[in-house]
Protein backbone atom coordinates (compact mmCIF):
# COMPACT_ATOMS: atom_id res chain seq x y z
CA UNK A 1 0.00 0.00 0.00
CA UNK A 2 1.59 3.50 -1.28
CA UNK A 3 1.11 5.77 1.86
CA UNK A 4 0.27 8.82 1.25
CA UNK A 5 1.99 11.83 3.22
CA UNK A 6 0.61 14.44 5.35
CA UNK A 7 3.07 17.62 6.69
CA UNK A 8 2.18 18.56 10.21
CA UNK A 9 3.44 22.50 11.17
CA UNK A 10 3.83 23.87 14.00
CA UNK A 11 5.24 27.40 13.79
CA UNK A 12 6.69 26.46 17.43
CA UNK A 13 8.22 24.11 19.75
CA UNK A 14 7.02 20.76 18.88
CA UNK A 15 7.58 19.07 22.11
CA UNK A 16 5.46 21.78 23.56
CA UNK A 17 2.16 21.11 21.10
CA UNK A 18 0.81 17.69 22.69
CA UNK A 19 -2.37 18.67 20.14
CA UNK A 20 -0.37 18.73 16.78
CA UNK A 21 1.97 15.50 18.06
CA UNK A 22 -1.40 13.59 18.52
CA UNK A 23 -2.30 14.32 14.96
CA UNK A 24 0.81 12.92 13.97
CA UNK A 25 1.06 10.15 15.86
CA UNK A 26 -2.52 9.08 14.62
CA UNK A 27 -2.00 10.05 10.81
CA UNK A 28 1.27 7.64 11.52
CA UNK A 29 -1.42 4.78 12.89
CA UNK A 30 -4.22 5.16 10.16
CA UNK A 31 -1.40 4.64 7.26
CA UNK A 32 -0.28 7.98 6.31
CA UNK A 33 3.60 8.96 6.35
CA UNK A 34 4.08 11.59 8.39
CA UNK A 35 6.35 15.51 8.16
CA UNK A 36 6.47 17.04 11.46
CA UNK A 37 7.77 20.66 10.93
CA UNK A 38 8.60 22.80 13.71
CA UNK A 39 10.80 24.24 16.33
CA UNK A 40 13.30 21.74 18.43
CA UNK A 41 13.36 22.20 22.40
CA UNK A 42 11.73 19.91 24.79
CA UNK A 43 11.38 16.44 23.84
CA UNK A 44 8.05 14.92 21.75
CA UNK A 45 6.38 12.30 23.30
CA UNK A 46 8.22 8.80 23.21
CA UNK A 47 5.82 6.97 20.96
CA UNK A 48 6.31 10.23 18.02
CA UNK A 49 9.66 9.80 18.13
CA UNK A 50 10.12 5.40 18.03
CA UNK A 51 7.75 6.19 15.20
CA UNK A 52 9.62 4.88 11.60
CA UNK A 53 6.59 6.62 9.93
CA UNK A 54 6.98 10.09 11.52
CA UNK A 55 9.74 12.59 10.26
CA UNK A 56 11.17 15.52 12.05
CA UNK A 57 12.15 18.54 10.00
CA UNK A 58 12.96 21.16 12.63
CA UNK A 59 13.66 25.10 11.63
CA UNK A 60 16.26 26.90 12.77
CA UNK A 61 15.28 29.83 14.92
CA UNK A 62 15.61 33.50 14.82
CA UNK A 63 19.29 35.09 15.10
CA UNK A 64 20.02 36.33 18.85
CA UNK A 65 21.12 39.34 17.23
CA UNK A 66 18.18 40.63 16.00
CA UNK A 67 16.32 40.82 19.96
CA UNK A 68 18.33 43.82 19.71
CA UNK A 69 16.29 45.88 16.88
CA UNK A 70 13.53 47.95 17.96
CA UNK A 71 9.97 45.95 18.25
CA UNK A 72 8.33 47.05 15.09
CA UNK A 73 11.65 46.04 12.74
CA UNK A 74 12.03 42.78 15.53
CA UNK A 75 8.72 41.59 14.30
CA UNK A 76 9.05 42.29 10.18
CA UNK A 77 12.69 40.59 10.28
CA UNK A 78 11.46 37.98 11.97
CA UNK A 79 8.24 37.34 9.97
CA UNK A 80 10.71 37.00 6.61
CA UNK A 81 13.07 34.73 9.10
CA UNK A 82 10.17 32.58 9.54
CA UNK A 83 8.42 32.96 5.98
CA UNK A 84 11.77 31.74 4.70
CA UNK A 85 12.89 28.86 6.71
CA UNK A 86 9.20 27.08 6.96
CA UNK A 87 9.07 27.45 3.37
CA UNK A 88 12.48 25.36 2.61
CA UNK A 89 11.55 23.26 5.59
CA UNK A 90 8.13 22.22 3.31
CA UNK A 91 10.18 22.53 -0.08
CA UNK A 92 13.07 20.25 0.75
CA UNK A 93 11.41 17.24 1.85
CA UNK A 94 9.15 14.61 0.44
CA UNK A 95 6.03 16.30 -1.46
CA UNK A 96 3.16 16.22 1.41
CA UNK A 97 -0.75 14.94 -0.19
CA UNK A 98 -2.12 17.25 2.63
CA UNK A 99 -1.03 20.05 5.23
CA UNK A 100 -2.16 20.35 8.96
CA UNK A 101 -0.92 23.63 9.85
CA UNK A 102 -1.47 24.88 13.75
CA UNK A 103 -3.20 28.51 14.09
CA UNK A 104 -2.11 30.32 15.98
CA UNK A 105 0.47 31.77 15.12
CA UNK A 106 -1.32 32.82 11.95
CA UNK A 107 1.84 35.10 11.00
CA UNK A 108 3.33 33.88 8.51
CA UNK A 109 2.41 30.31 8.80
CA UNK A 110 -0.74 30.43 7.11
CA UNK A 111 0.69 32.16 4.05
CA UNK A 112 3.26 30.16 4.12
CA UNK A 113 1.44 26.85 3.97
CA UNK A 114 -1.34 27.82 1.79
CA UNK A 115 1.76 28.62 -1.23
CA UNK A 116 3.21 25.86 -0.72
CA UNK A 117 -0.03 23.55 -0.99
CA UNK A 118 -1.00 25.44 -4.15
CA UNK A 119 2.16 24.53 -5.74
CA UNK A 120 2.47 21.07 -5.06
CA UNK A 121 -1.46 20.87 -5.06
CA UNK A 122 -1.66 19.95 -1.44
CA UNK A 123 -5.21 20.13 0.42
CA UNK A 124 -4.56 22.69 2.87
CA UNK A 125 -6.02 22.14 6.23
CA UNK A 126 -5.93 24.70 9.39
CA UNK A 127 -6.53 23.62 13.06
CA UNK A 128 -7.44 26.34 14.76
CA UNK A 129 -6.90 26.27 18.35
CA UNK A 130 -6.78 30.33 18.78
CA UNK A 131 -7.35 33.19 17.24
CA UNK A 132 -3.31 34.48 16.70
CA UNK A 133 -4.72 38.43 16.54
CA UNK A 134 -6.39 37.77 19.99
CA UNK A 135 -2.87 36.43 21.82
CA UNK A 136 -0.87 39.45 20.05
CA UNK A 137 -3.56 41.99 21.75
CA UNK A 138 -2.77 40.88 24.94
CA UNK A 139 1.08 42.10 24.96
CA UNK A 140 0.09 45.13 22.09
CA UNK A 141 -3.37 46.15 23.09
CA UNK A 142 -6.73 45.93 21.12
CA UNK A 143 -6.73 49.13 19.34
CA UNK A 144 -2.79 48.83 17.89
CA UNK A 145 -2.77 48.85 14.42
CA UNK A 146 -0.77 45.57 14.02
CA UNK A 147 -3.43 43.57 15.65
CA UNK A 148 -6.35 44.53 13.20
CA UNK A 149 -3.44 43.85 10.44
CA UNK A 150 -3.09 40.68 11.78
CA UNK A 151 -6.60 39.92 11.94
CA UNK A 152 -7.02 40.66 8.37
CA UNK A 153 -4.32 38.01 7.26
CA UNK A 154 -5.73 35.56 9.38
CA UNK A 155 -9.31 35.82 7.69
CA UNK A 156 -8.03 36.09 4.43
CA UNK A 157 -5.45 33.31 4.71
CA UNK A 158 -8.36 31.07 6.70
CA UNK A 159 -10.97 31.64 4.30
CA UNK A 160 -8.08 29.94 1.84
CA UNK A 161 -8.51 26.77 3.64
CA UNK A 162 -9.78 23.00 2.29
CA UNK A 163 -11.22 22.30 5.59
CA UNK A 164 -10.79 23.76 8.81
CA UNK A 165 -10.79 21.95 12.30
CA UNK A 166 -11.34 23.60 16.05
CA UNK A 167 -11.03 23.15 19.69
CA UNK A 168 -14.68 24.09 20.93
CA UNK A 169 -18.34 24.64 19.35
CA UNK A 170 -17.92 28.05 20.52
CA UNK A 171 -15.27 28.43 18.44
CA UNK A 172 -16.92 26.85 15.36
CA UNK A 173 -20.16 29.43 15.60
CA UNK A 174 -17.85 32.13 16.05
CA UNK A 175 -15.64 31.09 12.48
CA UNK A 176 -19.39 30.03 10.71
CA UNK A 177 -20.97 33.90 11.83
CA UNK A 178 -18.14 36.18 11.91
CA UNK A 179 -15.20 34.39 9.28
CA UNK A 180 -17.52 32.84 6.94
CA UNK A 181 -15.40 29.95 7.98
CA UNK A 182 -17.09 26.36 8.56
CA UNK A 183 -15.10 24.20 10.35
CA UNK A 184 -15.49 20.67 12.01
CA UNK A 185 -15.31 20.23 16.09
CA UNK A 186 -12.78 17.89 17.54
CA UNK A 187 -12.41 18.38 21.55
CA UNK A 188 -9.12 17.20 23.48
CA UNK A 189 -9.31 14.04 24.32
CA UNK A 190 -6.53 12.35 26.66
CA UNK A 191 -4.28 9.61 24.94
CA UNK A 192 -4.14 6.26 26.69
CA UNK A 193 -1.36 6.98 29.17
CA UNK A 194 -2.91 10.08 30.88
CA UNK A 195 -4.82 7.36 33.52
CA UNK A 196 -5.37 6.89 36.75
CA UNK A 197 -2.52 4.77 38.41
CA UNK A 198 -1.48 2.71 41.54
CA UNK A 199 -0.13 3.45 44.82
CA UNK A 200 3.16 1.48 43.95
CA UNK A 201 3.62 4.03 40.59
CA UNK A 202 2.78 6.58 42.84
CA UNK A 203 5.40 5.50 44.96
CA UNK A 204 7.95 4.91 42.23
CA UNK A 205 7.53 8.52 41.44
CA UNK A 206 7.41 10.35 44.51
CA UNK A 207 11.15 8.42 45.09
CA UNK A 208 12.12 9.57 41.74
CA UNK A 209 10.77 12.91 42.60
CA UNK A 210 12.43 13.19 46.01
CA UNK A 211 16.11 12.93 44.72
CA UNK A 212 15.74 16.12 43.23
CA UNK A 213 12.90 17.89 45.63
CA UNK A 214 13.51 17.32 49.28
CA UNK A 215 9.77 17.44 49.79
CA UNK A 216 8.78 14.33 48.88
CA UNK A 217 11.27 12.46 50.50
CA UNK A 218 10.63 11.37 54.34
CA UNK A 219 12.83 12.11 57.62
CA UNK A 220 12.05 8.38 58.03
CA UNK A 221 15.23 5.96 58.71
CA UNK A 222 14.29 3.68 55.85
CA UNK A 223 14.33 6.23 53.18
CA UNK A 224 14.06 3.44 50.60
CA UNK A 225 10.26 2.18 52.04
CA UNK A 226 8.85 5.56 52.61
CA UNK A 227 8.34 8.66 50.83
CA UNK A 228 6.42 12.01 52.22
CA UNK A 229 3.09 11.03 50.88
CA UNK A 230 3.64 6.74 51.09
CA UNK A 231 5.01 3.71 52.86
CA UNK A 232 5.82 0.38 52.31
CA UNK A 233 4.88 -2.12 54.74
CA UNK A 234 7.09 -5.25 55.22
CA UNK A 235 5.43 -7.35 52.65
CA UNK A 236 5.94 -5.09 50.33
CA UNK A 237 2.34 -3.47 49.84
CA UNK A 238 2.76 0.21 49.14
CA UNK A 239 -0.06 2.49 51.41
CA UNK A 240 -0.68 6.16 50.86
CA UNK A 241 0.13 7.37 54.42
CA UNK A 242 -2.48 9.28 56.67
CA UNK A 243 -0.30 11.99 57.87
CA UNK A 244 0.71 12.91 54.09
CA UNK A 245 0.88 16.49 52.53
CA UNK A 246 -1.92 16.85 50.41
CA UNK A 247 -0.51 17.33 46.64
CA UNK A 248 -1.90 20.30 44.42
CA UNK A 249 -1.10 20.82 40.73
CA UNK A 250 -0.90 23.37 38.09
CA UNK A 251 0.68 23.41 34.63
CA UNK A 252 1.29 26.62 33.20
CA UNK A 253 2.39 27.95 30.02
CA UNK A 254 3.80 31.10 32.20
CA UNK A 255 2.32 33.68 29.53
CA UNK A 256 -0.01 36.71 29.84
CA UNK A 257 -3.18 34.59 29.57
CA UNK A 258 -2.18 33.41 32.72
CA UNK A 259 -2.75 35.17 36.01
CA UNK A 260 -0.62 33.42 38.31
CA UNK A 261 -0.97 35.96 40.57
CA UNK A 262 -4.43 34.15 41.94
CA UNK A 263 -2.97 30.98 42.44
CA UNK A 264 -0.72 33.05 44.81
CA UNK A 265 -3.43 34.85 46.75
CA UNK A 266 -5.37 31.55 47.04
CA UNK A 267 -2.11 30.03 48.66
CA UNK A 268 -1.55 33.09 50.79
CA UNK A 269 -4.89 32.62 52.39
CA UNK A 270 -4.43 28.97 52.66
CA UNK A 271 -1.20 29.51 54.67
CA UNK A 272 -3.23 32.01 56.78
CA UNK A 273 -5.87 29.48 57.52
CA UNK A 274 -3.29 26.85 58.60
CA UNK A 275 -2.05 29.08 60.90
CA UNK A 276 -4.92 29.30 62.59
CA UNK A 277 -6.25 26.32 62.63
CA UNK A 278 -3.08 23.61 62.25
CA UNK A 279 -5.05 20.31 63.09
CA UNK A 280 -7.54 21.15 60.18
CA UNK A 281 -5.48 21.60 57.23
CA UNK A 282 -2.86 19.30 55.94
CA UNK A 283 0.68 21.08 55.12
CA UNK A 284 0.14 21.56 51.24
CA UNK A 285 2.73 20.83 48.39
CA UNK A 286 1.99 22.97 45.22
CA UNK A 287 3.89 21.32 42.21
CA UNK A 288 3.97 23.71 39.23
CA UNK A 289 5.42 22.51 35.80
CA UNK A 290 6.05 23.97 32.25
CA UNK A 291 8.14 27.06 30.46
CA UNK A 292 7.25 30.00 29.40
CA UNK A 293 8.61 33.22 29.08
CA UNK A 294 7.28 34.84 32.84
CA UNK A 295 8.89 31.80 34.51
CA UNK A 296 11.40 33.70 36.04
CA UNK A 297 9.72 36.46 36.98
CA UNK A 298 7.27 34.48 39.50
CA UNK A 299 10.02 32.04 40.30
CA UNK A 300 11.71 35.43 41.79
CA UNK A 301 8.08 35.91 43.87
CA UNK A 302 8.17 32.86 45.08
CA UNK A 303 11.41 33.23 46.29
CA UNK A 304 10.45 35.92 48.76
CA UNK A 305 7.56 33.84 50.25
CA UNK A 306 8.25 32.93 53.82
CA UNK A 307 5.56 30.22 53.71
CA UNK A 308 5.67 27.29 56.96
CA UNK A 309 2.51 25.79 55.39
CA UNK A 310 2.67 25.41 51.44
CA UNK A 311 5.83 24.69 49.48
CA UNK A 312 5.51 25.28 46.14
CA UNK A 313 8.33 23.86 43.27
CA UNK A 314 8.63 24.19 39.77
CA UNK A 315 9.88 20.94 38.23
CA UNK A 316 10.60 20.66 34.17
CA UNK A 317 8.90 17.01 33.82
CA UNK A 318 10.24 14.19 31.89
CA UNK A 319 7.60 13.35 29.49
CA UNK A 320 6.82 10.09 31.03
CA UNK A 321 7.00 11.71 34.59
CA UNK A 322 3.93 14.26 33.33
CA UNK A 323 0.78 12.15 33.35
CA UNK A 324 1.94 10.19 36.48
CA UNK A 325 2.35 13.74 38.71
CA UNK A 326 -1.01 14.33 37.75
CA UNK A 327 -2.18 10.65 38.44
CA UNK A 328 -0.47 11.43 41.73
CA UNK A 329 -2.19 14.71 43.17
CA UNK A 330 -5.05 15.56 45.14
CA UNK A 331 -6.49 18.46 43.17
CA UNK A 332 -5.42 20.29 39.76
CA UNK A 333 -5.50 24.03 39.25
CA UNK A 334 -5.96 25.82 36.17
CA UNK A 335 -5.45 29.31 35.43
CA UNK A 336 -5.70 29.79 31.52
CA UNK A 337 -7.94 32.74 31.03
CA UNK A 338 -8.39 32.30 26.78
CA UNK A 339 -7.21 35.37 25.24
CA UNK A 340 -10.59 35.01 22.87
CA UNK A 341 -12.83 33.10 25.15
CA UNK A 342 -13.19 30.19 22.50
CA UNK A 343 -10.90 27.74 23.39
CA UNK A 344 -10.11 25.16 26.15
CA UNK A 345 -7.31 24.51 28.08
CA UNK A 346 -5.45 20.95 27.13
CA UNK A 347 -4.60 20.88 30.61
CA UNK A 348 -7.36 20.20 32.04
CA UNK A 349 -8.01 17.09 29.60
CA UNK A 350 -5.21 15.49 30.52
CA UNK A 351 -6.05 16.14 34.40
CA UNK A 352 -9.23 14.54 33.79
CA UNK A 353 -7.72 11.54 31.76
CA UNK A 354 -5.96 11.07 35.12
CA UNK A 355 -9.07 11.01 37.55
CA UNK A 356 -7.77 14.72 39.03
CA UNK A 357 -10.40 16.72 39.56
CA UNK A 358 -9.48 20.22 39.31
CA UNK A 359 -10.35 24.28 40.00
CA UNK A 360 -10.33 26.07 36.63
CA UNK A 361 -11.07 29.50 35.99
CA UNK A 362 -14.19 30.28 34.46
CA UNK A 363 -14.75 32.11 31.40
CA UNK A 364 -16.71 32.14 27.69
CA UNK A 365 -16.81 28.52 27.02
CA UNK A 366 -15.26 26.75 29.58
CA UNK A 367 -18.32 24.80 30.32
CA UNK A 368 -17.70 23.00 27.46
CA UNK A 369 -15.24 21.08 29.17
CA UNK A 370 -15.65 21.66 33.22
CA UNK A 371 -19.17 20.84 34.92
CA UNK A 372 -19.30 23.30 37.61
CA UNK A 373 -19.68 21.27 41.25
CA UNK A 374 -19.99 17.99 38.62
CA UNK A 375 -16.73 16.70 37.81
CA UNK A 376 -14.78 20.06 39.30
CA UNK A 377 -14.92 23.85 39.94
CA UNK A 378 -14.91 27.08 38.19
CA UNK A 379 -13.66 30.44 39.87
CA UNK A 380 -13.27 34.04 38.92
CA UNK A 381 -11.02 35.34 41.72
CA UNK A 382 -8.65 34.39 44.38
CA UNK A 383 -11.27 34.82 46.72
CA UNK A 384 -13.09 31.91 45.50
CA UNK A 385 -10.37 29.58 44.41
CA UNK A 386 -8.91 29.64 48.21
CA UNK A 387 -12.39 28.70 49.23
CA UNK A 388 -12.15 25.72 46.97
CA UNK A 389 -8.66 24.70 48.06
CA UNK A 390 -9.80 25.03 52.02
CA UNK A 391 -12.99 23.03 51.32
CA UNK A 392 -11.13 20.42 49.46
CA UNK A 393 -8.69 20.00 51.93
CA UNK A 394 -10.40 20.35 55.08
CA UNK A 395 -9.31 17.99 57.85
CA UNK A 396 -7.74 15.92 54.82
CA UNK A 397 -7.38 13.17 53.87
CA UNK A 398 -9.98 12.17 56.63
CA UNK A 399 -13.11 14.02 55.88
CA UNK A 400 -16.01 11.20 54.77
CA UNK A 401 -18.23 14.33 53.36
CA UNK A 402 -15.12 15.63 51.29
CA UNK A 403 -14.22 12.11 50.00
CA UNK A 404 -17.97 11.91 48.49
CA UNK A 405 -17.90 14.52 46.74
CA UNK A 406 -14.23 13.29 45.24
CA UNK A 407 -15.50 10.36 44.61
CA UNK A 408 -18.64 12.01 42.57
CA UNK A 409 -16.19 13.91 41.11
CA UNK A 410 -14.04 11.19 39.68
CA UNK A 411 -16.97 8.92 38.44
CA UNK A 412 -18.09 12.24 36.26
CA UNK A 413 -14.58 12.03 34.89
CA UNK A 414 -14.59 8.16 34.30
CA UNK A 415 -17.15 8.04 32.21
CA UNK A 416 -15.02 11.33 30.39
CA UNK A 417 -12.27 8.85 29.81
CA UNK A 418 -14.10 6.50 27.98
CA UNK A 419 -13.49 8.10 24.48
CA UNK A 420 -9.86 8.88 24.26
CA UNK A 421 -7.79 10.68 21.75
CA UNK A 422 -7.59 7.91 18.71
CA UNK A 423 -11.04 6.96 18.41
CA UNK A 424 -12.53 10.76 18.69
CA UNK A 425 -9.72 11.37 16.11
CA UNK A 426 -11.11 9.00 13.38
CA UNK A 427 -14.53 9.94 14.14
CA UNK A 428 -14.35 13.75 13.16
CA UNK A 429 -10.59 14.33 11.94
CA UNK A 430 -9.77 11.11 9.56
CA UNK A 431 -12.82 12.12 7.11
CA UNK A 432 -11.14 15.36 6.27
CA UNK A 433 -7.61 13.67 5.02
CA UNK A 434 -9.78 10.94 2.91
CA UNK A 435 -13.44 12.40 1.41
Known sequence: MVRKNV??????????????QYHALSFAKEGFEVDLIGYDGSEPIKELVENSHVNFHYM???????????RMVLY???????SLTLLFALLFKKRSNHVLVQNPPAVPTL?????YSLCVRANYVIDWHNYGYSIMALTLGKSHKLIRVSELFERTYGKLS??????TAAMKTDLKENWGIMATTHYDRPPHYFRPITDVEKHNLFQKLAQIYPVFGSNDDCVNAVTAFTKMTEDGKVLLRHDRPALLVSSTSWTEDEDFSILLSALQEYEDA???????????VCAVTGKGPLKDYYKTIIADKQWKNVKIITPWLQPEDYPTLLASADLGVCLHTSSSGLDLPMK????FGCGLPVCAYSYGCLHELV???INGYEFTNSSELSEQLQTWFYRFPENETQQRIAESFRYELRKFQQLRWHENWKFNVMPIFTN
Open 348 to 351: VVDM
Open 60 to 70: RPCPEFLRHCP
Open 76 to 82: ALKVIWQ
Open 162 to 167: DGNICV
Open 274 to 284: RNLETASYPYL
Open 371 to 373: KHK
Open 7 to 20: AVVVLGDIGRSPRM
Open 111 to 115: AVCWF
